[in-house]
């Protein structure tokens, strides 16, 4: 099982967006791609955005960041 939740990095996620506006993430689906894609980006070279990651895997890593703020989940509207 993943820590933290799902429904946590979604409030994460979501933090920034202000009352009446659509949310960034409304599915767990989302979650799931956005840390898959990071996971694959750590994989090929990029640089990790956190501390202590030795020893962890590329998906693990990829939610870590999420939970901390270090990456962003934008829409295809905004690439």
Same mark, same amino acid.
């Given at each position: 099982?993943?820590?933290? +939740?799902?429904?946590?990095?979604?409030?994460?996620?979501? +933090?920034? *967006?202000?009352?009446?506006?659509?949310?960034?993430? +409304? $599915?767990?689906? $989302?979650?799931?791609?956005?840390?898959?894609?990071?996971?694959?980006?750590?994989?090929?070279?990029?640089?990790?955005?956190?501390?202590? +990651?030795?020893?962890?895997?590329?998906? $693990?890593?990829? *939610?870590?960041?999420?939970?901390?703020?270090?990456?962003?989940?934008? $829409?295809?509207?905004?690439?």
């Amino acid at each position: 099982m993943l820590h933290p +939740s799902y429904m946590d990095l979604m409030k994460v996620v979501n +933090s920034g *967006v202000e009352e009446g506006q659509e949310k960034v993430v +409304s $599915s767990r689906y $989302s979650i799931v791609m956005a840390t898959a894609k990071r996971a694959r980006q750590i994989i090929a070279g990029d640089d990790v955005l956190v501390a202590d +990651s030795k020893g962890k895997k590329p998906l $693990s890593i990829a *939610v870590e960041e999420l939970e901390q703020g270090k990456i962003h989940i934008i $829409s295809d509207d905004e690439e």
